[in-house]
């Protein structure tokens, strides 16, 4: 699985990079049209797509989340949660510039003020 990478080896890659930083994140424990149309939606943008999976308990277990979302072409990383929260892996992420959220996620602005923009997807 080539697009999933860690913290350090994704914010090495976004370093020299001079596309805009998009994320979206979620649990993915099915893939449904709409994450399809989300990540068209990001890709359009014209940036860099990263996807956080949160890991959970689930009956799809984790290895075969990443799978699926690896194959994924407007997707260009992965990332996952592990331990942490999402928000505080989201910190973690150098030149992020959107979070781009499905509308059943809320995320704290208050949590992340470095973020410029949280946009919340609704097709």
């Known amino acids: ?9 994704l914010n090495k890659t ?6 805009k930083v998009f994320l979206t994140g979620g649990e993915f424990k099915f893939i ?7 990540f068209n939606y990001i890709k359009e943008k014209g940036g860099t797509t990263v996807v956080l999976v949160k890991e959970t308990e689930s009956q799809i277990p984790l290895e075969e989340r990443l799978e699926i979302l690896d194959s994924i072409a407007q997707i260009d990383y992965i990332i ?6 999402m928000v505080d892996k989201i910190k ?3 030149n992020l510039e ?4 499905n509308k ?9 003020p ?10």
Do not use: A, C, V, W
């Not at 449904?32 to 989300?38: N, Q, R, S, W």
């Not at 059943?104 to 992340?112: A, N, S």
């Open 98 to 101: 959107t979070i781009i959220l």
């Open 114 to 123: 470095d973020i410029k923009n949280i946009e919340y997807f609704r097709n």
């Open 32 to 38: 449904f049209p709409e994450h399809i149309d989300l």
């Open 1 to 9: 699985m080539k697009k999933i990478i860690s913290i350090t080896k």
């Open 92 to 94: 973690q992420i150098k």
């Open 14 to 19: 976004l370093e020299t990079g001079d596309k």
């Open 80 to 85: 996952t949660s592990g331990e942490s929260r």
């Open 104 to 112: 059943e996620f809320e995320l704290p602005k208050e949590e992340i």
